[in-house]
Structures are given as structure tokens and as C-alpha cells.
């Protein structure tokens, strides 16, 4: 996987359809996102680290994105205004690809942490190509008054699909989460996602607008109804 599509497309294909010079900057910024895949990126401290400018920073993103290496989510407004100098959230396109650039194998999924971060690219890929012929707007939703965010925003115009991963054990969904708090401040009806890593999470949370479902099953039913939508 390292060799036939990370180390190709860095060095050869980018190379040839942007004429990037600097291939070990491009590589550096890659294995960075892979250490930090899943978080809300700074530009500048990214740039910092890897000893460039922001411009080629978010020039480099912009390649990675168009060659299917990453998906970049931008901060979502309920206001429906663009953010300044938004703070992309990106996400390796893949998990195995986050595996083979640091080689890391099973002992991955002994590491709740790791383990948890692998589970949110997943949902979160197979959530964008689910959705991608609609036309929706994609983001994650971080509000700076209570400092709750939640990890994936489906602008599908007329309603919200709001997605939030908690793969740990025994995940609690509080009033001053982050689903609760987006679905009372839009006047579109909310459609909120709790995902889980147990196969005992299923269905209505009392007193929650949000439906609790285990990250296997919400995959396993995403990827039949898009096998469907195929086949129609």
C-alpha cells in the first residue's frame, strides 16, 4: 500500500500534474496529517513544523485533496457565512493508508486512541461519497462559545445530517455536547448521528435528538444503500 499509492502518487503523480519541485516537503506534510489525521489543523503551526510558508501549505493540501490522499472539511456556519481563515479538520482518504505510512499493523486496535481516530476517517470517507452526488456542503461544526464541535456536517439545503464519532466505552451524549447544541441553534430539521464502537448502542437516546448506532452497522448499511443506488 506504501509503495503502490503513497510513494507513487507523491513522487510521480503529483510531480507530473504540478511540476512540484520539492517532493520531500509535500512528503513531510503527508506524514504529518497521518500523525494528525482527524484534527483541526492550524496552517501556520503546519507550516512551522515543516519549515515552509503557509501559501505552499495550503497549496500542497489542495493537491493532496485533488489527488483522493485526504479529505479537508472546513469549519460549517449556522449562519451560512464562510469563515475566515478557516482551520480545515483534514482526514487521510483511507485508514490503511494511514497504517502503511507509519507501519503500523494490528497493534493499531489495541490503542483506543488510535483506534478511535482510525474509526472517524472511516465514517467520515464513506459518509462524503455517499453524499457527493447531492451537491451538499461538507464540514465540521465548531462553536467558540462552548467550545464543542461536532465531527461532520451534511448541508443537504433543506435539512442537516449531523454526525458525531465517540468510539470509547460507555460514550455519554450530554445536553452540552456538541449534537444537542447544533440541532437547538438550526431552524432545518437536524438529523444527528451518535457513533459507537458497541454493538449494544442502538437506537433513540432518551432525551438526546440524536440516533446511537455502532460504527460497524452504520457502515455496513451506508455501504448497502450506495450498492443499491448503484444498481437503480
Same mark, same amino acid.
Given at each position: 500500500?506504501?509503495?503502490?499509492?503513497?510513494?507513487?502518487?507523491?513522487?510521480?503523480?503529483?510531480?507530473?500534474?504540478?511540476?512540484?519541485?520539492?517532493?520531500?516537503?509535500?512528503?513531510?506534510?503527508?506524514?504529518?496529517?497521518?500523525?494528525?489525521?482527524?484534527?483541526?489543523?492550524?496552517?501556520?503551526?503546519?507550516?512551522?513544523?515543516?519549515?515552509?510558508?503557509?501559501?505552499?501549505?495550503?497549496?500542497?493540501?489542495?493537491?493532496?485533496?485533488?489527488?483522493?490522499? /485526504?479529505?479537508?472539511? !472546513?469549519?460549517?456556519?449556522?449562519?451560512?457565512?464562510? $469563515?475566515? %481563515? @478557516?482551520?480545515?479538520?483534514?482526514? +487521510?482518504?483511507?485508514?490503511?493508508?494511514?497504517?502503511?505510512?507509519?507501519?503500523?499493523?494490528?497493534?493499531?486496535?489495541?490503542?483506543?486512541?488510535?483506534?478511535?481516530?482510525?474509526?472517524?476517517?472511516?465514517?467520515?470517507?464513506?459518509?462524503?461519497?455517499?453524499?457527493?452526488?447531492?451537491?451538499?456542503?461538507?464540514?465540521?461544526?465548531?462553536?467558540?462559545?462552548?467550545?464543542?464541535?461536532?465531527?461532520?456536517?451534511?448541508?443537504?439545503?433543506?435539512?442537516?445530517?449531523?454526525?458525531?464519532?465517540?468510539?470509547?466505552?460507555?460514550?455519554? /451524549?450530554?445536553?452540552? !455536547?456538541?449534537?444537542?447544541?447544533?440541532?437547538?441553534? $438550526?431552524? %432545518? @430539521?437536524?438529523?444527528?448521528?451518535? +457513533?459507537?464502537?458497541?454493538?449494544?448502542?442502538?437506537?433513540?437516546?432518551?432525551?438526546?435528538?440524536?440516533?446511537?448506532?455502532?460504527?460497524?452497522?452504520?457502515?455496513?448499511?451506508?455501504?448497502?444503500?450506495?450498492?443499491?443506488?448503484?444498481?437503480?
Amino acid at each position: 500500500m506504501r509503495e503502490d499509492v503513497a510513494d507513487k502518487v507523491l513522487k510521480r503523480d503529483l510531480t507530473a500534474l504540478y511540476q512540484v519541485r520539492n517532493v520531500l516537503e509535500v512528503e513531510q506534510l503527508f506524514l504529518y496529517l497521518c500523525l494528525h489525521s482527524a484534527q483541526i489543523l492550524s496552517q501556520e503551526t503546519l507550516a512551522k513544523e515543516i519549515g515552509v510558508s503557509r501559501a505552499t501549505v495550503a497549496t500542497d493540501l489542495s493537491r493532496l485533496a485533488a489527488a483522493h490522499l /485526504l479529505h479537508r472539511l !472546513d469549519p460549517w456556519s449556522t449562519g451560512g457565512k464562510a $469563515v475566515l %481563515r @478557516p482551520r480545515p479538520k483534514v482526514f +487521510i482518504a483511507h485508514p490503511s493508508l494511514i497504517l502503511s505510512v507509519l507501519l503500523r499493523g494490528e497493534e493499531a486496535l489495541d490503542d483506543p486512541q488510535e483506534m478511535g481516530r482510525l474509526i472517524e476517517a472511516t465514517v467520515v470517507t464513506h459518509v462524503l461519497q455517499f453524499y457527493y452526488r447531492d451537491y451538499p456542503r461538507f464540514g465540521y461544526w465548531w462553536d467558540s462559545r462552548s467550545q464543542r464541535e461536532v465531527d461532520l456536517v451534511v448541508d443537504l439545503r433543506h435539512s442537516l445530517i449531523a454526525v458525531e464519532v465517540k468510539c470509547w466505552e460507555n460514550p455519554r /451524549l450530554r445536553p452540552t !455536547d456538541g449534537l444537542p447544541i447544533l440541532a437547538a441553534r $438550526v431552524a %432545518r @430539521p437536524v438529523h444527528s448521528l451518535l +457513533i459507537t464502537k458497541r454493538p449494544v448502542d442502538y437506537g433513540p437516546l432518551q432525551g438526546s435528538p440524536a440516533f446511537r448506532i455502532p460504527a460497524f452497522l452504520f457502515l455496513y448499511l451506508l455501504g448497502r444503500a450506495e450498492r443499491r443506488l448503484w444498481n437503480s
